[in-house]
C-alpha cells in the first residue's frame, strides 16, 4: 500500500513537471524571450541551459520578426524601419548570448561582462 501511494506520487510529480516543461517549451518556439523568467522549470535551469533556451526563443522571434519585415517593405517603409531596428537588437543579444555559452564554463562570464539585459535574463 505504501509502495503504491509512493509510486502515486511519482508519477504525479512526473506528470507534473512535464507540463510545466511543455509551458516553458510553447514560450520557447513562440519566441517569447521576455517571458521565460516567469517559468520555474526556467529558473531551475543551470546558467548555461537558461543560455541556450533564451538563445532558442531569441532565434525564434528573428525568425517571425524577418518574414513580418519582408511584408512590412512593401506595404509601409516607415513600419519596416522600426522593426529593422528591433531585428538588430534582437541579433546583438543572440550575439551576446553566444558568446555567454563560451565564457560560462570556463568561468569568465561575470555580470559586468555583458548589457544588464541580457544578464538579468540568464542570472
Known amino acids: 500500500m505504501e509502495y503504491e501511494k509512493r509510486e502515486k506520487r511519482a508519477d504525479e510529480e512526473y506528470a507534473g ?11 520557447i518556439r513562440a519566441g517569447e524571450w521576455q517571458n521565460l523568467k516567469k517559468f520555474k522549470t526556467y529558473k531551475r535551469r543551470s ?18 520578426l ?6 512590412f517593405v512593401a506595404e509601409n517603409p516607415k513600419r519596416a524601419v522600426k522593426l529593422l531596428e528591433e531585428l538588430k537588437k534582437l541579433r546583438f543579444i543572440q550575439e551576446i548570448l ?3 555559452l563560451v565564457w560560462e564554463p570556463k568561468g569568465e562570464l561575470t555580470k559586468n561582462s555583458v548589457p544588464k539585459e541580457v544578464w538579468e535574463l540568464i542570472e
Open 17 to 27: 513537471f512535464s507540463e510545466k516543461e511543455l509551458d516553458l517549451d510553447i514560450e
Open 66 to 71: 524577418v518574414a513580418l519585415y519582408y511584408k
Open 98 to 100: 553566444l558568446n555567454c
Open 47 to 64: 546558467r548555461q541551459g537558461k543560455i541556450i533556451a533564451t538563445y532558442q526563443a531569441i532565434s525564434n522571434r528573428l525568425n517571425q
